[in-house]
C-alpha cells in the first residue's frame, strides 16, 4: 500500500477529528516544546485572543477575518508563517481552511471574509505540514479511530456545507437551500423522535423568517420617498 501525503492525513476543516486534534494539539508535549524551542506557535491566548477581536465586525453579523488580516496578524509572530493566496486557496480547495462566509467592503474594496477562527486552524496546519515528525504525525492519524460523545450541534456542523449552524439555517430560510435538512435526516436516521424535532424547529425558524419578511416588504412596498430626499455622498 502506497505511503498517504500529510495532506491525505489530515482531517478536513470542521470535522470532528480536526476539532478533536486542535484540543489535543494545544496540551501536546512536542507542540509545547517545539515553542519554546522558538518556533511560531501560537499559545491558546493568543490564538483566543485573535479569535475574540474578530468575532465582530460591522455589517457581518457573524464577524469574520479578510486573507489580508489573516497575514497581518501572521506577519506579528513571524513573517516566515505568512501565507500565499495560492497556498491559502489550494488549504481551501482541499478542505483544510473553510470557504468564504460573506463579504465586507474595505477602503471600497469587496473583501471575502472568513471565520474568526481561521488562524487557529493556520496554526496546526503550521505545526502538522513544518514541525511535526512522523511519530506525531501517527499520533494525529490515531484521532480519526476515536469514537467520542458529540453534541448535536457538533454532529450537524461538521456535516453541513456552511461553518455554523445559524449560517446554516440561513442559507434555509433566505434561499431555499436544503443542505441543513438533509444533513439532520442523514445524521438522525437511526432517531427518527430527535430528527421530527429538529427539523420542526428548523421549519419554526423559517415560517417566522417568512413572516417577517412579508411584513417588512408589506411595509416598504406602502410608503414612499422622494428621490430627492435620498441621502447624498
Do not use: W
Not at 170 to 192: H, K, L, T, W
Amino acid at each position: 500500500m502506497p505511503k498517504k501525503s500529510r495532506t491525505e492525513l489530515l482531517s478536513p476543516y470542521n470535522s470532528i477529528p480536526r476539532k478533536l486534534s486542535l484540543d489535543y494539539l494545544l496540551s501536546f508535549p512536542d507542540y509545547k516544546e517545539k515553542q519554546k524551542e522558538g518556533y511560531p506557535l501560537r499559545t491558546e491566548e493568543e490564538l483566543k485572543k485573535i479569535s475574540d477581536k474578530y468575532s465582530k465586525r460591522e455589517g457581518a453579523k457573524n464577524g469574520g477575518i479578510t486573507f489580508e488580516e489573516i497575514n497581518e496578524e501572521q506577519g506579528k509572530k513571524s513573517p516566515i508563517i505568512k501565507l500565499k493566496k495560492p497556498t491559502f486557496r489550494k488549504y481551501i480547495q482541499d478542505g483544510l481552511l473553510p470557504k468564504s462566509i460573506g463579504y465586507t467592503n474595505v477602503e471600497n474594496k469587496r473583501m471575502a471574509l472568513f471565520p474568526n477562527d481561521i488562524i487557529t486552524h493556520i496554526n496546526f496546519l503550521y505545526y502538522f505540514y513544518q514541525v511535526a515528525d512522523s511519530k506525531v504525525i501517527k499520533a494525529f492519524e490515531s484521532i480519526d479511530n476515536i469514537d467520542p460523545e458529540i453534541t448535536f450541534l457538533d454532529a450537524i456542523e461538521a456535516h453541513s456545507e456552511q461553518t455554523t449552524l445559524e449560517l446554516a439555517i440561513s442559507y434555509y430560510c433566505s434561499v431555499g437551500d436544503p443542505n441543513i435538512i438533509g444533513v439532520v435526516q442523514e445524521i438522525f436516521a437511526n432517531r427518527p423522535e430527535e430528527m421530527e424535532k429538529i427539523i420542526d424547529s428548523i421549519n419554526k425558524i423559517e415560517e417566522t423568517f417568512r413572516e417577517g419578511m412579508n411584513e417588512l416588504t408589506s411595509y416598504l412596498n406602502s410608503n414612499t420617498i422622494k428621490f430627492s430626499d435620498l441621502k447624498k455622498e
